[in-house]
């Protein structure tokens, strides 16, 4: 027993002398992801500024806060909202006119007060989109425009 905990000590003490002598060896490495970094906001992505701005102003006017903002290309959808509170919004979307934008944020966000499309997140989503019919309709008939892609089914 003395003995294997004195040899422990030793190793214990020999790893020291390398980390104070070694620092740089056990350093983590540095892992760098231009991709990412490519899509931070204020790096010139205009659709993240676009997205970041509109999802600040309406989460502070709706008083609700979502996690995390995701721009995707999807195919299916205009934008979603996840139990966790992540919200995703198509890439394509940042070539709509504003309203539209606004339109999709305002009703991702609804759904952090109402997981669902009745007729009470159709109220909150009107209290602060009285436009929405309007938007709703240009992304129905756009869409083909904006995305080339089968018509998404979330909020046309
Ligand atoms: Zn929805």
Redesign the pocket.
């Known amino acids: 027993m003395g003995t294997s905990s004195g040899l422990v000590l030793e190793v214990w003490d020999f790893l020291r002398g390398l980390l104070r002598d070694l620092p740089d060896v056990f350093r983590k490495p540095v892992v760098r992801r231009p991709a990412r970094l490519a899509s931070r906001p204020g790096s010139g992505d205009p659709a993240r500024a676009l997205f970041d701005a509109r999802v600040r102003h309406w989460s502070a006017a709706m008083g609700v806060s979502p996690r995390r903002v995701f721009l995707k290309n999807q195919r299916t959808l205009w934008?979603?909202?996840s139990s966790r509170g992540n919200l995703n919004f198509n890439r394509a979307l940042a070539d709509a006119p504003p309203e539209v934008v606004d339109y999709v944020v305002i009703?991702?966000l609804?759904?952090l007060k109402e997981m669902?499309?009745s007729s009470r997140?159709w109220a909150v989503v009107g209290s602060w989109c009285p436009e929405q019919k309007q938007s709703r309709l240009w992304l129905r008939q756009n869409a083909s425009w904006l995305q080339r892609r089968p018509l998404p089914k979330?909020?046309a």
Do not use: M, V
């Open positions: 934008g979603s909202c009703h991702e609804a759904h669902n499309h997140f979330d909020l």
